[in-house]
Structure formats: structure tokens, C-alpha cells
């Protein structure tokens, strides 16, 4: 069973035998309650966009409140059944699920058990997510054989990292995480266009900034100063698409120095000027 709530705003599916994908991108909120109970593995790894209020909890003991948000990583074990629920938001998201019965060879599948979590750090299954995407996006080139290597790599994974056969206990939840991760993430948003120097961000999660940098990248897979690149130049993009505001009077709305800053990180970021942008939206 599985019952997202909310509402795609897209949705395309791939599958390979012992492997499917999900892109999507979907509108939660407000109050939105979501279901899953598979008999896959289910990976979700939030590429862009976030909520305003996560909470989650999956059986057998794991409970998460904070948000979603670009980096977060869950793993729900076959089987398990997961309740979420959800504030306003949009995110962009990859689903992988994964057969249990491709477990190494050397496991024997009733000696194992799964730990589930929502919304932690794992670089690794965030790389493999991106990778599986763009062989999805690339029409299956590289083939059967790249896409059974992935779910072996992921397999072992999560037996190494998330089971009671981990080579070393699961990653404790990061310093910023929960409602303290939440409150930087909302303070972000909230003030695109003010400070937000690193400094001012540490202490809106209560840390020396030192200490926040290592943390927020740890549970958010992004560095600080990227993360909130990248969050003005999305609002960049929806005022663009959404307003005749002057391009001048955008950078000042999403905290850009001048046009010409607005364009340069506009242009490394998107692939195209504010102007060719808002053109083509428009077009």
C-alpha cells in the first residue's frame, strides 16, 4: 500500500527487474497524511524544494519531527509500515525501490533487520539516486548491468550501514536536526533578501558557526553558503515566471547585490540568463 497524499504536480516511473525508480515532483499540505506499507525497500532522497513541517513515524520505533528539505535521505525497510505527515510545501524527490531478496550472497536474509529512518544524511544513496536518474533520463545506455551494479552497491549498503549487521552502529541524528534543523531552514526562506551570513544562521540553530557549517552540511548533504545560493536563485525563478517585477528588483528580493550578480549566479546555476528565462516561461 502505498498512499502519498498531497498531489503530484509530475510523476514518471521506471523499472528494471530487482529495481524501480520514481521522479516526482509533488504538493503537500496543508495537513497532508501519507502511507507506506510495500514489500520493497523504499529510498527517497529529496532533490529540491522543502516543507514547512515534517513529522513521521515508522513501525518498530523510528520517529522524526523537522521538515523536508535538498540532501534529506529515507529508508523504509520492506515491510515496514510508515505514517508521515506533512505541512505546505513542493519538493522534487527520486524513489528507488529495491528488491529485499537482493541481498549479498553472504547474508542470510532471516538474520536481518532493518532500521529505518526519515530525513538523515547519506551521500552515498543521494550520488546512486542521481545516478539512476540520469541513466532514466538517458534512455537505459549504460544498461541492465549498470543499474544491477547500483542495486548491489545499494543492497550492501543499507546491510553495512542501517541493519543489526552494520559494521559499526547507525550514524547518530546530527547536531542540527528535528525542530532545530527546521527553524534554520524556515529562517532562510523567510529572509532571502536579508542577512544571512553564516554567522547569523548559527545563531538561529543555537551553535557556533564552526560547528553549524560541519552540522547543516552533515544533515542537509549542502554547504551553508550553496544551500542558500541555491534557495534565491529558486525564488529567482518563480518571480520571473510569476511577476513583472524588473530583473533589477528581483536580485534585490532574493538578496542578489545588483542585476549583473543576479545573472552571474543565475547563468552557473540554471544554464541561462534571467532574461532568456523569463522568455522561455513565458514563450
Not at 20 to 47: D, Q
Request: hydrophobic content about 40%; aromatic content about 6%.
Amino acid at each position: 500500500m502505498r498512499e502519498p497524499g498531497g498531489r503530484y504536480l509530475r510523476h514518471r516511473e521506471h523499472r528494471w527487474p530487482g529495481l524501480g525508480l520514481e521522479l516526482a515532483r509533488w504538493r503537500a499540505g496543508p495537513a497532508t497524511e501519507g502511507l507506506c506499507h510495500v514489500p520493497e525497500h523504499l529510498l527517497f532522497v529529496t532533490l529540491g524544494g522543502h516543507t514547512a513541517r515534517t513529522e513521521a513515524r515508522i513501525e518498530n520505533g523510528h520517529r522524526y519531527a523537522g521538515a523536508d528539505f535538498p540532501g534529506a535521505v529515507t529508508f523504509i525497510p520492506a515491510d515496514r509500515r510508515r505514517v508521515a505527515w506533512h505541512g505546505r510545501g513542493v519538493i522534487d524527490y527520486v524513489t528507488i525501490r529495491l528488491d529485499p531478496a537482493g541481498l549479498p550472497a553472504e547474508v542470510e536474509p532471516e538474520r536481518v533487520e532493518f532500521t529505518g529512518f526519515t530525513n538523515g544524511p547519506d551521500p552515498l544513496v543521494r550520488q546512486l539516486a542521481l545516478a539512476l536518474r540520469a541513466e532514466a533520463a538517458d534512455g537505459g545506455v549504460a544498461g541492465q548491468l549498470f543499474v544491477d551494479n547500483v542495486a548491489a552497491t545499494l543492497a550492501l549498503h543499507l546491510v553495512r550501514r542501517y541493519s543489526n549487521l552494520a559494521d559499526h552502529p547507525p550514524a547518530s541524528a546530527p547536531g542540527l536536526a528535528g525542530a532545530r534543523l527546521h527553524r534554520v531552514i524556515e529562517h532562510i526562506a523567510a529572509h532571502l533578501a536579508g542577512d544571512l551570513r553564516l554567522v547569523r544562521l548559527a545563531e538561529v540553530a543555537g551553535m557556533d558557526r564552526y560547528q553549524f557549517s560541519r552540522a547543516f552540511k552533515q544533515a542537509t548533504g549542502t554547504a551553508p553558503h550553496r544551500y542558500v545560493v541555491e534557495r534565491r536563485v529558486h525564488r529567482a525563478t518563480e518571480l520571473l515566471a510569476r511577476t513583472d517585477l524588473p530583473i533589477a528588483e528581483i536580485a534585490v528580493a532574493v538578496g542578489m547585490s545588483s542585476q549583473s550578480h543576479l545573472t552571474t549566479v543565475f547563468r552557473r546555476t540554471v544554464g541561462d540568463t534571467p532574461l532568456a528565462y523569463r522568455k522561455a516561461r513565458r514563450g
